[in-house]
């Protein structure tokens, strides 16, 4: 498996189960919600160029540039991409300046040319610590000097804390697969079960700002995505009531940088930025 390249379960995984939706349903409603703050807090203000790869069906791409930014989308699946651009076109329109099929560890940008690079997919899908460091690095070369990084990992206790939550772990191909992930974080979905998601690496908090700095970024800080407000087994209840939610989303911003929780939370983002040796 080593040297297999893991964009080909990637593209199978995803022709098969609609990336496009699952942010407006269900947790991944928080997790569209919170990244949404954090993108506020940290990028630089319109018309910034933002570099968003393996930006999937374009949920956060076609949101900046309703904002006002020029965003240039990059995902390996043909279908994300069409998608993307289609999303952006439908009233009001808002178009990304770009959308192409490409690899976060292969960017095809020049260098010094961006103000900002969107990484919330590919960390996660490059199994290879040697293929994270290159997409990090990519995404330093393309970046302007003091310009930022905004990466996210799946955490290392996702699946275990999703099967408790969902029951998975009554299942034992779910449980040998959450044994492996605790060992060593690589996730195989042996099954044929969607839900199980697919090939994919899972960060413990402090590898990722590990490979952030191998790639020459400087890192700022981790934080929480969802912090532990994914596993509430009553979420929708919280989240369809407005009083509910905005107390949810305080709970889960007042946590978001406690190291002693970070593990709790099914995304890490982690704030990078480039700047002088």
Not at 68 to 81: A, Q, S, T
Not at 240 to 264: C, I, K, N, T, Y
């Amino acid at each position: 498996m080593k040297n297999a390249d893991p964009l080909r379960d990637i593209i199978q995984h995803y022709e098969t189960v609609a990336e496009a939706g699952r942010l407006s349903q269900g947790t991944g409603q928080l997790e569209f919600a919170r990244t949404q703050e954090l993108l506020r807090r940290y990028l630089p203000p319109p018309p910034a160029v933002i570099f968003d790869v393996s930006g999937g069906p374009g949920a956060y791409a076609c949101w900046l540039a309703q904002q006002g930014y020029e965003i240039h989308l990059v995902d390996p699946v043909p279908l994300h991409v069409e998608q993307a651009w289609r999303a952006s076109r439908e009233p009001p329109a808002h178009p990304l300046a770009s959308a192409l099929v490409g690899d976060a560890r292969r960017l095809q940008r020049a260098d010094s040319s961006v103000d900002a690079v969107l990484l919330l997919g590919p960390l996660y899908h490059l199994t290879e610590r040697q293929d994270r460091v290159q997409a990090l690095g990519e995404a330093r070369r393309i970046l302007r000097e003091g310009g930022l990084v905004l990466a996210v990992g799946i955490c290392r206790f996702a699946s275990l804390l999703d099967g408790l939550a969902r029951g998975y772990l009554d299942d034992p191909q779910f449980a040998r697969m959450v044994e492996r992930d605790l060992r060593d974080g690589q996730h195989r979905n042996l099954t044929n079960n969607p839900a199980y998601f697919t090939t994919a690496f899972f960060h413990h908090p402090e590898e990722l700002a590990a490979e952030i700095r191998e790639a020459g970024l400087r890192h700022e800080k981790t934080l929480a995505v969802e912090g532990p407000g994914w596993l509430l087994q009553n979420f929708a209840e919280h989240w369809e009531d407005a009083g509910r939610r905005e107390r949810l989303l305080q709970a889960v911003r007042s946590l978001e940088e406690e190291p002693s929780v970070l593990g709790v939370s099914a995304h890490l983002l982690a704030v990078a930025r480039k700047t002088s040796p």
